[in-house]
């Protein structure tokens, strides 16, 4: 039941419209001028800060939330930067540094990486998300909440 007096908690279906922002100003995300997101509170489908900040919201409130990283994109891991012979790339595979690639984890996973740089023979491949370890603010306004 949509209640517009009712204040988001767990296991509640929220709808928001929100702009994500780096410390800069740089706007990463957006759902203004698109359809808003819906999602349940607890429910993992949204950054852990995100979903913590919409606790207690209820249809009309505005807020503005930093989120450090380990409550937004997880802080950034040196584990997760490494090393892959260019040759076991196919060649429609464009490893030019900057660019964002699909591979898969020896377990089959798909996980996209970023391109540093190409050493060498050897590709430096980043699969950290490619807002790890930063601040990010997000601007949130609740246009509904249904109880569960």
Same mark, same amino acid.
């Given at each position: 039941?949509? $209640?517009?007096?009712?204040?988001a908690r767990l296991g509640d ?31 993992? =489908?949204?950054? =852990? ?12 409130? $505005?807020? &503005? ?15 997760? &930067? ?19 690639i699909g591979a898969k984890t ?11 740089? &190409? ?30």
């Amino acid at each position: 039941m949509s $209640n517009t007096a009712a204040k988001a908690r767990l296991g509640d279906s929220v709808t928001i419209h929100f702009i994500a922002l780096l410390d800069d100003g740089t706007q990463i995300e957006t759902t203004i001028g698109s359809e808003p997101l819906t999602f349940v509170v607890g429910s993992g =489908a949204v950054v =852990a800060g995100l979903d913590e900040e919409v606790r207690g919201m209820k249809a009309g409130d $505005n807020r &503005i939330a930093v989120l450090k990283p380990d409550d937004a994109f997880g802080q950034k891991r040196e584990d997760l &930067i490494v090393r892959t012979p260019v040759a076991t790339f196919p060649d429609d595979i464009d490893l030019t540094p900057g660019k964002r690639i699909g591979a898969k984890t020896p377990d089959g996973e798909l996980i996209e990486m970023n391109v540093l740089a &190409i050493e060498g023979d050897q590709a430096v491949l980043d699969a950290n998300h490619p807002f790890a370890g930063l601040d990010i603010t997000f601007r949130i306004d609740m246009i509904s909440v249904k109880t569960s």
